[in-house]
């Protein structure tokens, strides 16, 4: 908005919707999406369903709800970038970098990874997709998506591993976002054969009578 209409549009949005003023945003701190740098951990999607949906999160102060976890692909530009907080490199695939060492500690490291994404026999791909994992609440306010997860694909994933991913997922939100939030009642995808697999395994697997 402020590219738009500069600091008088947004201020008089803000005035007209109740939202936060630029100098409320600017000084608090905002919060971040750890993204999965090789095959998502189950400890970095419940970093990041504590950082957002936790007891000390805005999330939380609303009464608890069913939840809906929804799943997409986003088209990435094919690059490595170097991700400052943890010193590790980012845009790798999820499929093909479990064996490397990203941590940007040593050269040798380093080279090794750019052996194994450009070398004659590459044996790691740039993702070529992020499969973003999001969460929202059915209730008739803040009820947009909440990212919990971000990971890259180089789309040679089989449904039995994407069901992996979304068994860590819906696990770590019964562990850590349904005490304070509520329940997931809905698992959302697109019409992607690999999710709709992965969905088949896991959502499928019992026989309610
Ligand atoms: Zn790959």
């Given at each position: 908005?402020?590219?738009?209409?500069?600091?008088?549009?947004?201020?008089?949005?803000?005035?007209?919707?109740?939202?936060?003023?630029?100098?409320?945003?600017?000084a608090?701190?905002?919060?971040?999406?750890?993204?999965?740098?090789?095959?998502?951990?189950?400890?970095?999607?419940?970093?990041?369903?504590?950082?957002?949906?936790?007891?000390?999160?805005?999330?939380?102060?609303?009464?608890?709800?069913?939840?809906?976890?929804?799943?997409?692909?986003?088209?990435?530009?094919?690059?490595?970038c170097?991700?400052?907080?943890?010193?590790?490199?980012?845009?790798?695939?999820?499929?093909?970098?479990?064996?490397?060492?990203?941590?940007?500690?040593n050269?040798?490291?380093?080279?090794?990874?750019?052996?194994?994404?450009?070398?004659?026999?590459?044996?790691?791909?740039?993702?070529?997709?992020?499969?973003?994992?999001?969460?929202?609440?059915?209730?008739?306010?803040?009820?947009?998506g909440?990212?919990?997860?971000?990971?890259?694909?180089?789309?040679?994933?089989?449904?039995?591993?994407?069901?992996?991913?979304?068994?860590?997922?819906?696990?770590?939100?019964?562990?850590?976002g349904?005490?304070?939030?509520?329940?997931?009642?809905?698992?959302?995808?697109?019409?992607?054969?690999?999710?709709?697999?992965?969905?088949?395994?896991?959502?499928?697997s019992?026989?309610?009578?």
């Open positions: 908005m402020k590219h738009i209409a500069g600091r008088k549009g947004v201020y008089a949005l803000s005035k007209a919707l109740g939202l936060p003023s630029m100098s409320t945003i600017r608090s701190k905002p919060l971040r999406l750890l993204p999965s740098f090789a095959a998502p951990k189950p400890a970095e999607i419940g970093a990041n369903i504590c950082t957002f949906f936790g007891p000390d999160s805005p999330n939380s102060k609303f009464p608890t709800s069913g939840h809906v976890l929804m799943i997409d692909g986003l088209h990435l530009s094919q690059r490595a170097w991700h400052r907080a943890s010193n590790q490199i980012l845009g790798l695939c999820r499929e093909h970098s479990e064996t490397l060492d990203l941590s940007m500690n050269m040798d490291s380093v080279l090794k990874v750019v052996d194994a994404v450009h070398g004659e026999a590459p044996t790691c791909h740039y993702g070529r997709e992020a499969t973003v994992l999001a969460v929202g609440a059915f209730r008739n306010s803040n009820y947009h909440v990212p919990i997860g971000q990971t890259q694909t180089c789309k040679s994933e089989k449904g039995p591993a994407f069901a992996a991913l979304l068994r860590t997922a819906i696990e770590q939100w019964e562990v850590h349904e005490p304070h939030n509520g329940p997931l009642f809905l698992v959302s995808t697109d019409g992607d054969s690999v999710f709709r697999e992965g969905l088949f395994h896991v959502l499928m019992q026989r309610h009578s």
